[in-house]
């Protein structure tokens, strides 16, 4: 992640949760020496959050409705083989996107709120591997577990190498 993100995403949450009004988001000086990064870098930053923010009303995930709920699950595949709920709409990170409450939200974490609760903070959800689970686009909770980054990254490695391990033998290799 940018710094830009790590920022923004910092503050919208403080905003989501109640302890920051979107007014009172600093101003660059004061962010960029804070968060030691530049004023240019904290400017950039700022200007996403209000914007984001003050243009629209953001509303937190813990505020979604059945109707929202009706709305998400017209955007999510049949359970694959592997178990996986695959989202079948925006993704352009790779992961799904939803949208909610005046901005675009993760997918999975959508789904893990509405259906689990908060994922807890200082945590991230690991699309957990060992429960079959194969693609960042799968939004069955049973799949998803809150874990540090540190953990998520390790078990992230630890998928790709088995994954680069598995040798598919075709009908070209037989010839």
Not at 77 to 102: E, I, K, R, V
Not at 142 to 147: D, K, Q, S, Y
Request: hydrophobic letters at 40%; charged letters at 25%.
């Amino acid at each position: 992640m940018s710094l830009v993100t790590d920022l923004v995403e910092h503050y919208q949450h403080l905003i989501e949760r109640g302890e920051l009004r979107p007014e009172n988001v600093p101003t660059p000086t004061p962010m960029a020496a804070e968060w030691d990064v530049s004023v240019i870098t904290a400017k950039r930053a700022r200007s996403i959050i209000i914007h984001g923010v003050l243009d629209q009303k953001i509303k937190p995930l813990s505020e979604i409705t059945d109707e929202d709920w009706e709305r998400f699950l017209e955007k999510v595949l049949p359970p694959d083989d592997n178990g996986c709920t695959l989202w079948d709409a925006s993704a352009p990170t790779g992961y799904g996107q939803f949208w909610f409450g005046g901005r675009m939200r993760p997918a999975h974490i959508v789904a893990y709120t509405y259906l689990v609760g908060a994922v807890p903070d200082g945590l991230h959800l690991d699309h957990v591997f060992a429960r079959g689970c194969r693609s960042k686009l799968c939004v069955n909770v049973a799949h998803l577990e809150p874990v540090t980054i540190a953990e998520n990254n390790k078990r992230m490695w630890s998928a790709l190498r088995y994954m680069a391990s598995i040798r598919v033998v075709t009908e070209l290799d037989e010839g």
